[in-house]
């Protein structure tokens, strides 16, 4: 693992070719899917071989794997994802990325050399949430997006676990997995990777007095932005900054990463 003192430049990779794009411009560390269990059921994503590929190929160059088992996983589906994690922990993963806490318990029984990492679909908002999955074996957590510095200040320098933050990119309109409007309106579960994001569509205002407003992106906030206050951010006590874009174009990637390098 890196020097725990060096601020990490996580890099988004829905790709082989994303992957690349990332580690050639100077990410520190990258997060990738496999075929199942990763919130981006629709990206390209990585079977096992190209996992195994894209670990030897980051390691060589000192960049970290960190592998995204971010969904909630049911009852049925539980051997079938710790056997998944049996098969890729031997390859050399530096981190697993789980939202579900049942899975996350398996993890710490079956796989305790694990490094686990709270994904920010579990909403933790809180220096009380921090320490609970500080006693659970949590080595980092993803801070909600909707945090603000200061807040993000105050549970990074209150904790010894690492902290990670997003840095650039989309961001959810509701609070971060606890949005079920993709399910509601489509059937398509956030929770389960498939997020339609509706929010993202153009909507038409109406009062209740039937009166037309207009039309726009009414839900859908600009992406995040930090370069001009990354100083702050770094500041702020952060382990990881995180670029969001696994569903992102490798083109997008490159130069993303490159700029949040330079500066």
Known sequence: MHNKSKVELLAPCGSWESFLAAVENGAD???????NFSARQFAENFDKDLLKQSIEYAHIRDVNVYLTMNTLISDKELKEALNFLDEVSVIGIDGVIVQDLGFAKEIRSFFPHLHLHASTQMTVYSLEAVRVLEKMGFKRVVLARELSLEEIGNISKNTPIETEVFVHGALCISY????????IIGGRSGNRGKCAQPCRLMYQLVDKNDKFWGKSYLLSPKDLCTLNFLNEVVDSGVKSLKIEGRMKSPEYVAVTVRIYRKY
């Open 176 to 183: 971060s997995g606890q949005c079920l409007m993709s399910s």
């Open 29 to 35: 560390a990258v997060y990738l899917g496999g075929k």
